[in-house]
């Protein structure tokens, strides 16, 4: 008996302050047609895309678990982000649905259906894979905008919140101290001098050089904030310092210190990928200097790498990687279950083939058709609906045979792709390379997802 396949339901929220609900209310008037025992629903309640990879996302991973089973004919879901905002975690899905011709149903309004067809769909749903990704980008650089525009906390100021918003008034504790860091800097002459107002005003403050910089650099302080370029005011932000003030300690800074990029302070760079500590696999912290940023182990003092060596050697591995990947042996992986199923029904029709050939043989020579009729009848029975499972094998080795066809030109399309898309993107894809980067004292190990299929890289 042929097991009938499942329709899922598959939802997700970010964090557990959000509902499923409009997700899961979205999905009924497609499931209402279809007995409940035939749906099964799957909630990643809490769980981040951005944070989260395929593996650790328990109800994905249980969805594509059924798919590579074959035991899903229907997936139901809100829109494509639900599934993945990495450009490389939503290909290796929607290869899985390919694969298995799963058919797909978004339920967002006026969210464009899924391209079912795999010669278009390959390129039309890896960009909406890619623009996923970058929307998941802006995700976090809106969420960086609205803490620079309303942070939870920040020295200087008292923050009160209720539900709606929050409201920030001066502490009168700092407010005099900050007026006067700004009137230091002002009157500073050299670095010399820039870097003894550091070590003076971390004392007062109580807190790191770098933390007295952030304050001179933050238009926060004026009751600004800057995006494009243009200062945009925060009415609800009463100023310490005013904006006038502001404009000219930048400007001062940076005669001061000609190289110091006042834009990479307030607009800090990111790390590509979040590195671990090799000895206690935490993941290192980040910490802000006046010259460089590093990334650092909270344990171990040794274990440490700045920010632009860590981007440029994963550039460099993920770039090596990529040339380095063996597309012959990814098809062979790829066509391994294909093969095992054709040569499964190759089997399966060879015995159909056998029993068909030894009951006809018997009808033939053995019975006679005057005396033994019911026992011809039987037997031509049993002909008949042997006829009908070989037919049936036959067509699924032609559907068999056809897939290996496309998983084949599915491959090329994807060696041709990853080469184009990641020279233009690189910085948005190179997480989706990598599992794990393990920093040790003096080298840093590069755990790939496309290991297999090339060597590990150290850096």
């Known amino acids: 008996m042929i097991r009938k396949k499942k329709k899922v339901v598959y939802t997700r929220v970010s964090s557990d302050q959000q509902s499923l609900e409009m997700q899961l209310e979205a999905a009924k008037p497609y499931i209402k047609e279809y007995n409940p025992d035939e749906i099964v629903r799957l909630n990643d309640h809490g769980v981040s895309a951005l944070k989260n990879k395929l593996e650790q996302r328990p109800a994905l991973k249980e969805l594509l678990d059924l798919i590579r089973n074959d035991e899903v004919d229907t997936l139901i879901v809100y829109q494509r982000d639900r599934l993945a905002r990495e450009f490389y975690e939503y290909l290796e899905i929607i290869l899985l649905i390919y694969t298995h011709k799963v058919k797909v149903i978004f339920t967002a309004t006026g969210h464009l259906p899924f391209?079912?067809?795999?010669?278009?769909?390959?390129?039309?749903?890896?960009?909406?894979?890619?623009?996923?990704?970058?929307?998941?980008?802006n995700i976090t650089n809106r969420t960086k905008d609205a803490f620079e525009k309303a942070p939870h906390s920040i020295l200087?100021?008292?923050?009160?919140?209720?539900?709606?918003?929050?409201?920030?008034?001066?502490?009168?504790?700092?407010?005099?101290?900050?007026?006067?860091?700004?009137?230091?800097c002002l009157a500073a002459k050299s670095s010399k001098d820039l870097i003894a107002l550091f070590l003076r005003y971390k004392k007062q403050f109580g807190r790191t050089e770098a933390d007295v910089l952030n304050i001179l650099v933050r238009p926060f302080y004026a009751g600004y904030f800057k995006m494009h370029g243009e200062y945009q005011r925060l009415e609800y932000v009463p100023p310490i310092i005013t904006l006038d003030v502001f404009k000219k300690v930048q400007n001062h800074l940076q005669n001061l210190i000609p190289n110091?990029?006042?834009?990479?302070?307030?607009?800090?760079?990111?790390?590509?990928?979040?590195?671990?500590?090799?000895?206690?696999?935490?993941?290192?912290?980040?910490?802000?200097?006046?010259?460089?940023?590093?990334?650092?182990?909270?344990?171990?003092?040794?274990?440490?790498?700045?920010?632009?060596?860590?981007?440029?050697?994963?550039?460099?591995?993920?770039?090596?990687?990529?040339?380095?990947?063996?597309?012959?042996?990814?098809?062979?992986?790829?066509?391994?279950?294909?093969?095992?199923?054709?040569?499964?029904?190759?089997?399966?029709?060879?015995?159909i083939q056998k029993k068909y050939d030894e009951?006809?043989?018997?009808?033939?020579?053995?019975?006679?058709?005057?005396?033994?009729?019911?026992?011809?009848?039987?037997?031509?029975?049993?002909?008949?609906?042997?006829?009908?499972?070989?037919?049936?094998?036959?067509?699924?080795?032609?559907?068999?045979?056809?897939?290996i066809v496309e998983v084949k030109h599915l491959v090329e399309l994807v060696a041709e792709k990853m080469k184009i898309e990641f020279n233009e993107f690189h910085e948005i894809l190179i997480p989706g390379f990598i599992k794990e980067i393990f920093v040790h004292d003096g080298y840093v190990n590069f755990e790939l997802y496309s290991s297999d299929f090339n060597n590990h890289k150290t850096g």
């Open 156 to 184: 200087g100021y008292i923050v009160d919140r209720d539900e709606n918003k929050k409201t920030y008034s001066i502490n009168p504790e700092y407010k005099h101290i900050i007026q006067a860091l700004y009137t230091d």
């Open 359 to 403: 009951i006809q043989w018997k009808v033939f020579t053995e019975l006679n058709f005057a005396r033994d009729k019911e026992l011809v009848h039987e037997h031509l029975n049993s002909i008949s609906n042997i006829s009908d499972e070989y037919q049936n094998l036959a067509e699924r080795q032609a559907v068999i045979e056809k897939r």
């Open 260 to 351: 110091l990029d006042l834009y990479s302070l307030t607009n800090s760079k990111m790390p590509l990928f979040i590195p671990k500590c090799h000895v206690c696999c935490e993941p290192l912290l980040l910490s802000r200097g006046l010259e460089n940023d590093i990334l650092k182990c909270k344990k171990h003092r040794k274990i440490r790498i700045g920010i632009d060596v860590m981007n440029a050697l994963a550039t460099e591995v993920v770039t090596e990687a990529l040339d380095d990947t063996n597309f012959e042996h990814l098809e062979s992986i790829a066509l391994t279950v294909l093969y095992k199923s054709k040569k499964s029904l190759e089997s399966q029709r060879a015995s």
């Open 115 to 137: 391209n079912h067809d795999i010669e278009s769909g390959i390129h039309s749903e890896g960009l909406f894979g890619m623009l996923s990704q970058i929307e998941g980008m």
